[in-house]
């Protein structure tokens, strides 16, 4: 059963930065995509960033600019750095793999943003 656990997130003050993690308990070759979640109290869940086994990234529009989506193949490791983190980031972060077949949640980690 593959595992992800997500780390790095906490609370911080507008304007800060914060570094997520997501390791994978399976080599993370083996997923076509990876991607960060969020979800905010009483809002829908939406994509911040995914990478490709190619290293391709797309971002969500608000995020553009700020937060960099990264992949270590030798780690099993996805990062989300995030900068310039404004109160609006607010949310449950969760990492996504995805395979052809199926898809895999991690539990998730919470980033608070204070103003």
């Known amino acids: 059963q593959v595992q992800l656990v997500e780390s790095g997130g906490g609370l911080v003050q507008a304007g800060g930065s914060l570094r997520l993690s997501c390791a994978a308990s399976?080599?993370?070759?083996?997923?076509?995509?990876m991607g960060w979640f969020r979800q905010a109290p009483g809002k829908q869940r939406e994509l911040v960033a995914s990478?490709?086994?190619?290293?391709?990234?797309k971002y969500a529009d608000s995020v553009k600019g700020r937060f960099t989506i990264s992949r270590n193949n030798a780690e099993n490791t996805v990062y989300l750095q995030m900068n310039s983190l404004e109160p609006e980031d607010t949310a449950v972060y969760c990492c996504?793999?995805?395979?052809?077949?199926?898809?895999?949640w991690g539990q998730g980690t919470q980033v608070t943003v204070s103003s």
């Open positions: 990478i490709t086994n190619g290293a391709g990234t």
């Open positions: 996504e793999a995805l395979t052809a077949w199926k898809d895999y």
């Open positions: 399976t080599s993370i070759d083996s997923f076509n995509t």
